[in-house]
Structures are given as structure tokens and as C-alpha cells.
């Protein structure tokens, strides 16, 4: 079958190339993949700046339905429409796995980096990662389950109170997102882009949320700010929109090093979080977020393409164009 895969090592060596059928072993199952959306580290991937075993299928937020059960699954699991948690392995027996935090495991092994992902027609997973999806949710739409669940991950329900004023900055798929799980834990939020994230910030405000651009003038004194452009003058920007004593919370990752006022945590006397990638946790309450409708998926898919228009859907992506962009192979 044919699949984008990361071909080698470096930046660049991104391309459809023929890739081994997968089957179903014990304690496994085989997706017809039905959805998988491109994400940012997807993009860092092409660019080596995020780590990768090639030759790997690349792609991790998926949906699809089951079509095959190894020994020991359940065959109710047959045809279900599902979506799935990105680790294909942890050791499960280091500090992080038996704490519930295996994103953290030192020998985790990810679908669409170390074992072939979800950018061609089938992928091997195992059966303790598949979640099911309500009916009534458009399979493609599913595949967003995946960031949503790491947006979870990094906004506990500790994160934003009732009535905190809470800035997102970076109106991209994830900022978004972030924005909804922030207003679901009551807060009172308004996303910040630059002037080319018009149609961004334009979707900002249909779902409810105040927003500007960076061209326009913002007061500080956010209780919550939350970075999710992973650019270098978004972080400053979140950093000095704070107010003293407030939550910073990091989810944009830059791929490379960058330099920011670091000195502002200290003298605002700032609690820096983040999150990384998500724990069976946050998917459940990603899931708890879709089935009551407090998050919307579907006003942030921009377009479902083919599997062999993925260079344009990646290039969008890297180019800001739209919000969210997925495969269908």
C-alpha cells in the first residue's frame, strides 16, 4: 500500500512510497484508516527537527474502523468506528508508565514517527488505545480527537478558573482548540493572531471568542495566557500579557531554540506549565469535551483530501492556509 513516509534522516526526504501491509497480532487490531489530520510536528518531522526512525509512515491523528482483531481481542471491536491514542509501546514499568503518565516513558514508540502511522489505507495499533466515536461524529472530523486530547493534557481542569481572562495566542488548529477546552473550565477568552491569520481569527470570533490581531493594541493583565504558535514572538507576547502571579501555560513547540524575556516568570513571579502529547486521562475527558458539545470539531476542517494530494494539503498546513487539513487514504 502506499503511504507518506519519512524516507531518511535530515530535513526534506518526504514522499509516497510503497509500504508493508500490516496484521493483526495478539492484543493488536488493523484500521481501515477513514482520517488523518496533518499536524505541526508532522511538518517538523519533514524538517528534522523532531525525531523519527525512518523508513516510517508518517501521520498520528486518526480515525478509521476496525477490520481486523489479533488473539486475544474482543471481535465486538469489528467494525467500530473508532479513534485511537498515538503509542504503539512504553516500557510500562518505569516511574512515568506506572503513574499514568506514559507520554513521559523513555521508551515510548509513537505511531508516525517510530512505527508506521495513519498517512496510508491501514495501521497496526493496539486494541487498549481505540476509543470510540458517537455516531453522530463525522469520521473525519474524529481525527481532531487526537490534539484536542493534547490540549487536555496541557490545561488540566486546575489550569483556568470561573472568570479567568484567559489569552490564547496562535489561532492555528491547536490555539483554537485550547480556546474551547479554556471556556469550558469557564473561562473568559480571547485568541490573539497576526494580520495574516485573518480567516483564523474570523472562525475565532464565529465560535464565540474575542480576538485581534497583533497589529492591534492589547491590554495585559490575562490570568491565564496560553502559547500555541510555537513562534518566538508569540511566546514574548504571551509572556508580557500576563499579569503577575498568573498561569503560563506552553504548547506550541518551536523546533528549534529561540530567545524570549525569560526574566518576565521571575519577576511576575509567573507558574509556567506545558503538556506533552496527551495520557489516556486527557483523551477521556477529550471525549467527555465532544460527547456533552462544550468543543466543536467540525467548523476547523478546512478540506479532506486524497492521499495523493498530500503535498498540498502539507503545504497548506505549513503555509497557515485554512485550519485543519486531512487525508483520506
Known amino acids: 500500500m502506499l503511504g507518506v513516509t519519512k524516507l531518511a534522516d535530515g530535513p526534506g526526504h518526504v514522499g509516497l512510497s510503497e509500504r508493508p501491509e500490516p496484521a493483526a497480532v495478539a492484543g493488536h487490531v488493523v484500521l481501515d484508516v477513514a482520517a488523518a489530520g496533518i499536524c505541526g510536528t508532522d511538518i517538523h518531522i519533514w524538517d528534522g527537527e523532531y525525531a523519527a526512525r525512518p523508513p516510517v509512515t508518517m501521520g498520528h491523528e486518526l480515525s478509521g474502523v476496525v477490520a481486523e482483531v489479533g488473539e486475544g481481542v474482543d471481535p465486538v471491536w469489528l467494525g467500530a468506528r473508532v479513534v485511537t491514542e498515538t503509542y504503539f509501546s512504553t516500557c510500562g514499568a518505569c516511574e512515568w508508565c506506572l503513574s499514568g503518565r506514559k507520554n513521559l516513558c523513555p521508551e515510548r514508540r509513537s505511531i508516525g514517527s517510530f512505527v508506521d502511522g495513519g498517512f496510508a489505507a491501514r495501521v497496526h495499533v493496539t486494541v487498549g488505545n481505540l476509543h470510540r466515536i458517537p455516531d453522530w461524529l463525522d469520521v473525519r472530523v474524529a481525527a481532531m480527537t487526537e490534539p484536542l486530547a493534547c490540549c487536555c493534557q496541557s490545561l488540566p481542569q486546575a489550569t483556568v478558573k470561573e472568570n479567568d481572562r484567559v489569552l490564547v495566542v496562535g489561532p492555528g488548529p491547536i490555539g483554537l482548540l485550547a480556546a474551547q477546552v479554556a471556556r469550558a473550565q469557564g473561562g473568559d477568552v480571547h485568541v490573539r493572531g497576526t494580520p495574516r491569520d485573518g480567516q483564523r481569527l474570523a472562525l475565532a470570533r464565529e465560535l464565540g471568542f474575542e480576538a485581534s490581531t497583533t497589529a492591534e493594541p492589547l491590554l495585559d ?106 487525508l483520506e487514504p
Do not use: M
Not at 529561540?258 to 486521562?281: H, M, R, Y
Not at 471525549?287 to 468543543?295: D, F, K, T
Not at 476547523?300 to 498546513?317: M, Q
Open 221 to 326: 493583565g490575562f490570568d491565564v495566557v496560553v502559547e500555541c504558535s510555537g513562534h518566538e514572538a508569540g511566546t514574548t507576547s504571551a509572556l508580557e500579557a500576563a499579569r503577575r502571579g498568573a498561569r503560563y501555560v506552553q504548547i506550541g513547540l518551536a523546533g528549534k531554540p529561540v530567545t524570549i524575556p525569560f526574566d518576565l516568570v521571575c519577576f511576575k513571579e509567573l507558574t509556567v506549565t506545558s503538556g506533552n502529547a496527551s495520557t489516556p486521562a486527557s483523551w477521556d475527558r477529550a471525549l467527555a469535551l465532544i460527547e456533552s458539545r462544550q468543543v466543536d470539531l467540525a467548523p476547523l476542517l478546512s478540506e479532506a483530501l486524497p492521499l495523493a494530494d498530500w503535498e498540498r494539503a502539507f503545504a497548506a498546513t505549513r503555509g497557515g492556509e485554512g485550519i485543519k487539513y486531512v
